[in-house]
């Protein structure tokens, strides 16, 4: 089954309001978590590193006023894109890092953000 | 400067036979290398991981090959099925990806 899950699957919002995307690991305990974005035809793109109980490390030319990321706990973190607009259509995903038996990464199932 | 490089956008290949999918990368710090299948619409699954220590390593019927030395990866799919079309990324300590191969197998 599903190591980790993202809520919600789908969003349509009003530009200029704030999307809260939440990541789930579900039955381990990840110390970091990855955002990234996908735009179509193109590779995953990571936005940013996330370790619970600090601040996220963001990648090049992703502006963190703009994609709030938090990290609260070993299980959950959190993307908020804030005062979304139209070019922040995308879909996103978060993947949490495991060391349970081997190096891994579990990926979320992503969420779609279409911002009218 | 794309680190990791799938130079290959498609790759064709009829049921039953091999699919081999390249990956090139720039950086010999990277310590591991995953390949990850993704259908549209979904999130990356991961398929198989090699450490930069190995060289092959198999998973049914996937094998990733690591050639350090020219700084090359493989994945090789035998036999394929048509349940393996998808775009594969390979990826580099988790972190650094590919743009990706999509794979069409015919039956």
């Known amino acids: 089954g599903a190591v980790v899950s993202q809520h919600p699957s789908w969003v349509i919002c009003k530009s200029g309001t704030s999307v809260k995307i939440e990541c789930r690991s579900l039955?381990?305990?990840?110390?970091?978590m990855f955002w990234y974005r996908q735009f179509p035809k193109q590779s995953l793109m990571l936005m940013a590193t996330?370790?619970?109980?600090?601040?996220?490390?963001?990648e090049q030319g992703v502006e963190k006023d703009k994609f709030l990321i938090n990290h609260a706990s070993l299980t959950l973190s959190t993307l908020t894109v804030t005062s979304a607009h139209p070019e922040d259509s995308s879909f996103y995903i978060c993947?949490?890092?495991?060391?349970?038996?081997?190096?891994?990464?579990?990926f979320g199932p992503g969420t779609r953000l279409l911002v009218l | 400067d794309q680190q990791v490089k799938q130079n290959s956008p498609s790759l064709s290949v009829q049921e039953g036979r091999i699919s081999i999918l390249n990956c090139d990368y720039t950086?010999?710090?990277?310590?591991?290398f995953l390949w990850y299948k993704k259908y549209p619409a979904e999130g990356p699954t991961f398929l198989i991981s090699?450490?930069?220590?190995?060289d092959k390593n198999e998973d049914g019927r996937f094998t990733v090959f690591l050639n350090k030395s020219a700084k090359h990866l493989s994945l090789h799919i035998v036999p394929s099925q048509p349940g393996d079309s998808a775009v594969y990324f390979c990826?580099?300590?988790?972190?650094?990806f590919g743009e990706g191969t999509q794979l069409t197998v015919n039956p």
């Open positions: 993947s949490a890092y495991s060391q349970r038996g081997r190096e891994t990464q579990y």
């Open positions: 039955d381990f305990q990840a110390t970091t």
């Open positions: 996330s370790n619970e109980g600090s601040k996220a490390t963001y």
């Open positions: 950086n010999s710090m990277f310590d591991y």
């Open positions: 090699i450490s930069s220590i190995k």
């Open positions: 990826a580099a300590s988790g972190l650094t």
